[in-house]
């Protein structure tokens, strides 16, 4: 059974020309129901996270500034949205259909959440479009609800996971592997478990090669029970802000890269989309689309 979680439902009232690509999340979603990638029921709206769920990777204090809206002029300006009811209930969201994948995949070999990735996000503040730290919550809900003993966070979104790195650095049951470009955003990078960082132009076989070093070595160090995949389509040649060179033949290759060495080692994979900025989002949503494709044949 391969199971597909959304959040597409609680838009974000954004300012005209804000340039975060919303409108990929439900472009996807139909895509995905029109390739019949699984059944039409097993395409669904997850529960938000709680407070309990989010309160394992994020500070209480962060979590009442969100709800009450008494985030700082500053703290907003790093998160990058306008504050908004609807943004807090999208992120609760989004981060329970990473909960959700989590869940599908130990049960199924894989799910997906067709949002999240958000791995800017520290403990008490957001950044780079991200509020909350899908990935790290997720994690540890497994953890909890002893599904999973040990997590391993395979990040190709090309921009580098230092929410991610921070929240769990003293951590040994996360591992945080992230491969991404050296010199863009974030400008601090926080040291994760393995970080792969690649010069700008790095194109598919350069990539790809150190990809697979880099699986092969997360992989045995983090002796996961379950991998949760950051499958970014912003290593695209064409993006905004990715400053990589992957065509979508050598971005398809990447994904069954990882799907590859995970079966291999009979791992679940939880996977979720992460970013993506090319200017035709039509390209966003093919590229989030093979990785959907590919990881429905993780499934049982």
């Known amino acids: 059974m391969f199971?597909?979680?959304?959040?597409?439902t609680f838009p974000l009232p954004l300012p005209p020309g804000h340039r975060f690509p919303m409108a990929k999340y439900?472009?996807?979603r139909a895509a995905v129901t029109a390739a019949s990638l699984t059944a039409p029921d097993q395409v669904a709206e997850p529960p938000a996270a709680d407070d309990v769920q989010?309160?394992?990777a994020h500070t209480r204090g962060y979590l009442d500034r969100l709800r009450h809206g008494t985030l700082s002029a500053r703290e907003i300006r790093r998160i990058g949205f306008p504050w908004s009811p609807q943004m807090v209930e999208r992120s609760r969201r989004s981060t329970g259909g990473t909960i959700a994948a989590c869940r599908a995949a130990l049960a199924h070999g894989s799910g997906v959440n067709l949002a999240g990735g958000t791995h800017h996000a520290h403990a008490d503040w957001g950044q780079g479009f991200c509020v909350f730290n899908d990935a790290v919550v997720a994690a540890r809900a497994m953890q909890a609800e002893a599904l999973a003993r040990r997590v391993l966070i395979v990040d190709c979104d090309v921009h580098q996971g230092n929410g991610t790195a921070a929240l769990t650095r003293n951590d040994p049951t996360v591992f945080a592997f992230s491969i991404h470009g050296e010199k863009n955003f974030p400008f601090h990078k926080e040291p994760g478990d393995l970080d792969i960082a690649l010069p700008d132009g790095t194109g598919d076989d350069a990539y790809l090669a150190s990809l697979t070093s880099g699986l092969r070595e997360a992989i045995d160090r983090a002796q996961a029970d379950l991998v949760i995949y950051l499958a970014g389509a912003d290593p695209y040649v064409k993006d905004r802000y990715g400053r990589l060179s992957l065509t979508k033949s050598g971005l398809a290759e990447r994904d069954r890269t990882v799907y590859d060495h995970c079966r291999r080692h009979g791992l679940p994979v939880a996977t979720v989309m992460a970013g993506?900025?090319?200017?035709?989002?039509?390209d966003i949503v093919a590229i989030h689309l093979q990785t959907v494709r590919l990881a429905a044949r993780l499934a049982s």
């Not at 993506?276 to 039509?282: D, E, I, K, S």
């Open 54 to 56: 989010l309160e394992r």
């Open 3 to 8: 199971r597909v979680f959304f959040s597409d």
């Open 276 to 282: 993506g900025y090319a200017p035709a989002v039509a």
């Open 26 to 28: 439900g472009l996807l």
